[in-house]
């Protein structure tokens, strides 16, 4: 391998329409049930990683730089984790420098852990002279999140569980590019209430106590059958009443957890009511919510400024953003 050789790469984050809550394998971090994502343009990473003798910090360890600044201790020593993954595959054992900056708004309340690792696999992977498959790609940023998984790939992406014990099988792929339809999400960021639970933990204590977790586990294979038939018929009724129920029952199983896990606040509440409204109007929006109290909705480009407007005049609703489907994870450079 030359010396110091650096690789740019850029992700979008993603938005499950089908979710993923659970996993079958914490270590390799593998996922109970496949999931279905829609992939966003503009939002998301861009990660530089250098590998060579002088580039890790004083102590020798990897250095690690977000938004330019060094990186909180909790986030650094997740990506040095992520990094001892990729010197296992490529036989190396060099520190490494790594440079990242968010595209996401800050506090805009969206994940960017799902672009965050799938840009840091493809730049680690390539700066470590590893040319990895699209697959192989997206069963390595898996290993960063779950979700990061689905942002190697382009637009409309199905994660699969996979069944094999090594993971080497749950991995995403697409099942519509960014350009095969014409749709947007318009995100409402609705006021933060108290600092939430984040997903892993969420996850975890949902497996652990809650009474509903066998159910909704039963629904998600049926789910991700059902929006892939939507998206290839480009039938966004169907596809917006299988998101919301996804997300209603991904809710309300960690709602039945112990203690129980509310994401939701006042004006999540209003967000879905707007929706609801639109749709009583004639105009179709549907809504998908994550580990937040935020509130995607998904609808035509033609119908996105009027779903904005709506969104936007919502009371608790701070900012809407109107974001169209975007590519997959991307090398922007190599030296
Ligand atoms: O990838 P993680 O561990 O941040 O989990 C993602 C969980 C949800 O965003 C709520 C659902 C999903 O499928 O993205």
């Known amino acids: 391998m030359p010396e110091s050789k650096r690789a740019k790469a850029v992700a979008g984050t993603n938005i499950a329409l089908v979710k993923y809550w659970g996993k079958r394998d914490t270590a390799l971090n593998l996922p109970a049930?496949?999931?279905?994502?829609?992939?966003?343009?503009?939002?998301?990473?861009?990660?530089?990683?250098?590998?060579?003798?002088?580039?890790?910090g004083s102590d020798g360890r990897d250095r690690v730089l977000f938004g330019g600044e060094p990186a909180w201790p909790l986030f650094a020593n997740r990506v040095r984790r992520f990094l001892d993954l990729v010197r296992a595959?490529?036989?190396?054992?060099?520190?490494?420098?790594?440079?990242?900056?968010?595209?996401?708004?800050?506090?805009?309340?969206?994940?960017?852990?799902?672009?965050?690792?799938?840009?840091?696999?493809?730049?680690?992977?390539?700066?470590?002279?590893?040319?990895?498959?699209?697959?192989?790609?997206?069963?390595?940023?898996?290993?960063?999140?779950?979700?990061a998984a689905r942002s190697i790939v382009g637009?409309?992406?199905?994660?699969?569980?996979?069944?094999?014990?090594?993971g080497s099988d749950a991995y995403a792929h697409s099942i519509a590019d960014e350009n095969a339809w014409d749709v947007r999400l318009c995100v409402a960021m609705t006021a933060a209430g108290e600092k939430t639970v984040?997903?892993?933990?969420?996850?975890?204590?949902?497996?652990?106590?809650?009474?509903?977790?066998?159910?909704?586990?039963?629904?998600?294979?049926?789910?991700?059958?059902?929006?892939?038939?939507?998206?290839?018929?480009?039938?966004?009724?169907?596809?917006?009443?299988v998101a919301e129920r996804s997300a209603t029952r991904m809710h309300a199983a960690a709602l039945a957890a112990e203690p129980s896990i509310l994401y939701w606040n006042p004006a999540t509440l209003a967000a879905i009511a707007t929706l609801k409204e639109l749709r009583a109007g004639g105009t179709s929006a549907y809504f998908t919510i994550d580990a937040g109290p935020h509130v995607k909705a998904l609808?035509?480009?033609?119908?996105?400024?009027?779903?904005?407007?709506?969104?936007?005049?919502?009371?608790?609703?701070?900012?809407?953003l109107t974001v169209a489907p975007g590519p997959g994870a991307q090398i922007m450079s190599e030296d």
Do not use: Q
Request: net charge positive.
């Open 198 to 241: 984040g997903s892993t933990a969420a996850m975890a204590l949902t497996e652990r106590t809650s009474p509903y977790y066998a159910a909704w586990l039963s629904t998600v294979p049926g789910d991700v059958a059902e929006a892939k038939a939507a998206i290839l018929a480009r039938d966004l009724a169907r596809l917006g009443s």
């Open 155 to 166: 637009g409309f992406a199905e994660m699969a569980a996979g069944t094999r014990k090594d």
């Open 89 to 147: 595959l490529a036989k190396i054992d060099l520190p490494a420098e790594v440079a990242t900056v968010n595209t996401v708004p800050t506090a805009a309340g969206l994940a960017s852990s799902a672009s965050g690792f799938a840009a840091l696999a493809l730049a680690a992977s390539r700066a470590a002279g590893l040319r990895l498959s699209p697959a192989e790609l997206s069963a390595l940023a898996r290993r960063g999140s779950g979700s």
């Open 33 to 56: 049930t496949g999931s279905l994502s829609l992939t966003l343009a503009g939002l998301g990473s861009e990660t530089s990683v250098r590998f060579a003798h002088d580039a890790g």
């Open 299 to 320: 609808c035509v480009s033609a119908d996105a400024a009027k779903v904005a407007a709506a969104l936007a005049a919502t009371p608790g609703v701070v900012r809407v």
